[in-house]
């Protein structure tokens, strides 16, 4: 059974540009979440993925989206880069509501 | 206002010399609460679920329970290895969020 896996593991862009980051959740699993982690902080709820629809959404501008396709894998999309944007992003997946969610090794993001 | 608070923020320990994580945790509705683990640069490893209070849950040297305010991670005879930081997260109802405290940057000197 593999486990939820990220990529890239680690990017660096300039500020104002796009970026997208992707996760395959783990088998079985349809509910996907993403996190913002800055360092020395707990993570922080961006928006979840149920069978393909977003099901909920934590304090984070528009330009802040995603997707989650037919193999409940997901994206996650940042326009508009600003420097407070450099974080860890975990993506963590669970087989339904309530249970413990499973977390990818996150992507580094670096905006300069 | 949903709310996790951990304590300490950071805490030293000589190898074998146990000791105990704090979660207090001010939620409308508890949906279950989590522990994970956290290495430096990697993700939450998940490491216990307790849905009510009185729960107790036991791995290796680690053990959770839960009270109806806070929870409190146990960790018996620690050695160097368990040096991470400890989240604790909780599931509200009505939201489909897990609410994270700041973490116990926990350091065990061999």
């Known amino acids: 059974e593999t486990g939820v896996t990220q990529s890239p593991t680690h990017l660096i862009k300039t500020r104002g540009q796009q970026v997208t980051l992707r996760c395959s959740s783990q088998s079985g699993h349809n509910t996907v979440s993403w996190y913002q982690q800055a360092l020395g902080q707990g993570p922080q709820f961006i928006f979840q993925?149920?069978?393909?629809?977003?099901?909920g959404r934590g304090n984070f501008p528009p330009r802040f989206s995603g997707l989650q396709f037919p193999n409940y894998s997901s994206e996650l999309n940042v326009n508009a880069l600003e420097l407070d944007d450099s974080a860890l992003y975990l993506c963590?997946?669970?087989?339904?509501?309530?249970?413990?969610?499973?977390f990818g090794q996150g992507t580094r993001l670096t905006v300069v | 206002e949903d709310q996790v608070t951990q304590s300490p923020e950071a805490l030293r320990l000589q190898e074998g010399e146990s000791s105990s994580l704090n979660c207090s945790y001010t939620v409308s509705g508890l949906r279950g609460l989590f522990w994970y683990r956290q290495d430096p640069g990697k993700g939450p490893e998940f490491l216990f679920t307790l849905y009510s209070a009185g729960e107790e849950k036991e791995k290796e040297r680690l053990k959770a329970t839960l009270t109806k305010k806070e929870s409190f991670l146990h960790i018996t005879a620690p050695k160097p290895e368990d040096s991470a930081t400890y989240l604790c997260a909780v599931g509200t109802s009505g939201t489909y969020k897990y609410i994270f405290g700041t973490g116990t940057r926990l350091k065990v000197l061999a």
């Open positions: 993925y149920y069978r393909e629809e977003e099901n």
């Open positions: 963590a997946s669970r087989p339904r509501e309530n249970t413990e969610a499973f």
